[in-house]
């Protein structure tokens, strides 16, 4: 049956009707679904990327971006991400690394003689579980996650072999450039600076030759990142050991808590020198990454 007038018309009429329902703005086919939690552009399923925020393509770009863990490198940077990955989960680091620094303190009580011995191997084995698991839960907060304890201390349990080997390793050979010269022992203890961090978040490679790689082309920053960071940790376990061995003179009843007070604080101290070098380690991979992006961008063949 050829269209009537009225039908034709009414056809045209329904065609060009606005549809009351919203439609996503890149698949115009398609209803939208729901709308950016940021932005507010209505999405289609397709078009929602990030699920449990709801955000578009765009929104979840810019805010990877603005995460702690993607600032390029630079010492202002690298304090600055330390100090908001120590802020994020202070209370909980305070709590995990006093645990961590018990058995350490009760060793230096209790075993006298052999108390420094014990003591270092208490915080290299045990102590290293609490500093791994503070990390984690550092790292996670650079990527704009959280989580529970108990999930970071598996993480860190897991992590312990190569962080441990990749940690004996850089203090073999740091040691052992020190013997030969003074230079090339501050060159290799930059070079192996964010050793730790590697071990811990990236499970394959040499955790040693990735450190390397990583701070080529920053000696002279990171330098003086580490010399800040450990004088001051020195000045803070030093002070703490002059007023243990005070109180230790003057009210022997209190040494007890006066050590475990002063092992917590030394262990709260060195956390505060790894969480510096895990906001290093953020920048100087964000800064890799970029520098191999832009590289990849100007080579033709690789388009
Ligand atoms: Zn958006
Ligand atoms: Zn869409």
């Known amino acids: 049956m050829p269209p009537t007038l009225a039908t034709g018309l009414w056809e045209l009429m329904d065609s060009s009707l606005p549809s009351a329902a919203p439609k996503c703005p890149s698949h115009p086919d398609r209803l939208a679904a729901t709308t950016c939690s940021r932005c507010g552009t209505f999405l289609c399923s397709q078009c929602v990327v990030a699920r449990p925020e709801r955000l578009c393509a765009a929104c979840l770009a810019r805010k990877l971006s603005d995460l702690p863990a993607s600032r390029p490198y630079s010492f202002r940077g690298a304090l600055q991400t330390g100090w908001t990955l120590l802020r994020a989960r202070f209370g909980l680091y305070l709590a995990l690394t006093g645990v961590f620094a018990l058995p350490e303190a009760l060793v230096r009580l209790w075993v006298p003689g052999l108390q420094a011995l014990l003591g270092f191997l208490c915080s290299t084995t ?15 907060a650079g990527l704009g996650r959280r989580i529970d304890w108990w999930t970071a201390l598996r993480a860190a349990l897991r992590a312990w072999p190569r962080a441990f080997l990749a940690r004996l390793g850089a203090a073999v050979q740091v040691a052992l450039f020190f013997l030969l010269l003074i230079v090339p022992g501050f060159i290799r203890w930059v070079q192996l600076c964010v050793v730790t961090p590697v071990a811990l978040l990236e499970h394959s490679g040499s955790a040693l030759r990735r450190s390397a790689e ?40 209190l040494l007890g808590p006066a050590v475990l007070l002063q092992t917590w604080l030394a ?37």
């Open 126 to 140: 045990l102590g290293l579980v609490g500093v791994l698991a503070c990390l984690s839960c550092a790292a996670e």
């Open 214 to 253: 990583l701070t080529a082309g920053w000696g002279w920053s990171l330098l003086g990142l580490l010399c800040a960071a450990n004088v001051l940790l020195l000045l803070l376990v030093g002070s703490t050991a002059l007023l243990v061995g005070e109180v230790a003179e003057l009210a022997p009843p």
């Open 267 to 303: 262990n709260v101290g060195a956390l505060c020198v790894e969480m510096l070098m895990l906001g290093a380690y953020f920048g100087l991979k964000s800064s890799t990454e970029r520098a191999e992006e832009l590289l990849f961008e100007q080579d033709p063949a690789s388009r």
